[in-house]
T-cell receptor, first 112, second 111 residues
Framework: DSGVTQTPKHLITATGQRVTLRCSPRSGDLSVYWYQQSLDQGLQFLIQYYNGEERAKGNILERFSAQQFPDLHSELNLSSLELGDSALYFC???????????FGQGTRLTVV | GDSVTQMEGPVTLSEEAFLTINCTYTATGYPSLFWYVQYPGEGLQLLLK?????DKGSNKGFEATYRKETTSFHLEKGSVQVSDSAVYFCALNNAGNMLTFGGGTRLMVKP
């Protein structure tokens, strides 16, 4: 158990819908990262937050957004969903945004 | 930009065989290098890391040496077990913000 908690574990939704994925980092970790794992794109970095502020942005679509709350949990919002958004979405956390990243078990999103 | 290239799998070995999974990288500066492992249905777990040239990371019988001259970080294990069957990802972290992953290599170990 990495200490990073993601909910829900599985999500099935229809095209055009909006979903929210939630991540609770390890106790004491200030930085949260979101990654997308798909068969065709592999593991891709989406976005990083540090202590509530966006620190780095990767290949995140405009339809996707994220935030980190004062209690340090983070949410990834995916809207206007398309079939191609079906993937495993991982959250990871680290103490200071520089150290080792610990991953949650992921949320498997299926868009039908 | 930064990139990581891993050998394509699957790699199929018999139990107690020697394992090598090749990983090379392209990056500016001096990245830290990592191997992560993903067991079926689970998230990624940090297996080992090295933060500077010639460092050797090791864990659970796995080893990898940071070779700056060949920009490589090959994963090795002397004797694999069935329980090592998983997908292995090589990754780098440059400037501390994010991990750049290779495509992953699936290892299957047969009894």
């Amino acid at each position: 158990d990495s200490g990073v908690t993601q909910t829900p574990k599985h999500l099935i939704t229809a095209t055009g819908q909006r979903v929210t994925l939630r991540c609770s980092p390890r106790s004491g970790d200030l930085s949260v990262y979101w990654y997308q794992q798909s068969l065709d794109q592999g593991l891709q970095f989406l976005i990083q937050y540090y202590n509530g502020e966006e620190r780095a942005k990767g290949n995140i679509l405009e339809r996707f957004s994220a935030q980190q709350f004062p209690d340090l949990h983070s949410e990834l919002n995916l809207s206007s969903l398309e079939l191609g958004d079906s993937a495993l979405y991982f959250c990871a956390s680290s103490v200071d945004g520089l150290g080792d990243a610990f991953f949650g078990q992921g949320t498997r999103l299926t868009v039908v | 930009g930064d990139s990581v290239t891993q050998m394509e799998g699957p790699v199929t070995l018999s139990e107690e065989a020697f394992l090598t999974i090749n990983c090379t990288y392209t990056a500016t500066g001096y990245p830290s290098l990592f191997w992560y492992v993903q067991y079926p249905g689970e998230g990624l777990q940090l297996l080992l890391k090295a933060t500077k040239a010639d460092d050797k990371g090791s864990n659970k019988g796995f080893e990898a040496t940071y070779r700056k001259e060949t920009t490589s970080f090959h994963l090795e294990k002397g004797s694999v077990q069935v329980s090592d069957s998983a997908v292995y990802f090589c990754a780098l972290n440059n400037a501390g913000n994010m991990l750049t992953f290779g495509g992953g290599t699936r290892l299957m170990v047969k009894p």
